[in-house]
């Protein structure tokens, strides 16, 4: 039996990254984009394709593949999806290529911001403890460009 041994951060680095901004619209339409997770609807700048492989939009343990724009494709298990407090959660099942942490797992939360008619949306990751400062600020850099995007299609409806 060959025994596998992962290279650790030498830097320490929290394994929490949370990024997050306000959207233009109301809360009940910001849901409605987020809840089914289909993407390229929302950033086809980012996002050129999703698909459910079991189960569907807006239902729990569905499993969707995500193909990104620049070739890469994350499948996901949605874990979380709560019409209550506005949020989906996710584990990433497998990515290509290859990503170099054992586990990740993500949360989107919206909140209405009410004197504005605006919301509120936070996106939280969460990494198994061998992800390195590069992943965790490759993942910060890519929610930032993900809100600019998603906030010029928004404003150009």
């Not at 289909?38 to 700048?45: A, H, N, R």
């Not at 919301?119 to 992800?131: G, K």
Request: charged share 20%; hydrophobic share 35%; with cysteine.
């Amino acid at each position: 039996m060959v025994e596998l041994h992962r290279q650790g951060s030498t830097v320490p680095v929290s394994c929490h990254q949370v990024e997050s901004s306000v959207l233009p619209i109301a809360l009940e339409k910001a849901w409605g984009l987020f809840k089914s997770l289909q993407l390229e609807k929302v950033v086809p700048g980012k996002v050129s394709a999703t698909s459910f492989t079991s189960g569907g939009p807006g239902q729990l343990d569905s499993v969707i593949e995500i193909t990104y724009t620049d070739g890469a494709k994350w499948v996901l298990r949605i874990n979380e999806l709560s019409e209550l407090n506005h949020s989906v959660g996710y584990q990433v099942l497998t990515t290509e290529p290859s990503h170099s942490v054992t586990s990740i797992l993500g949360q989107i939360l919206l909140k209405s911001v009410s004197d504005e008619g605006h919301t509120f949306v936070e996106w939280i990751t969460d990494f198994s403890n061998d992800a390195d400062a590069t992943v965790v600020t490759d993942q910060k850099y890519k929610k930032l460009e993900f809100f600019a995007e998603l906030k010029k299609n928004l404003s150009s409806q």
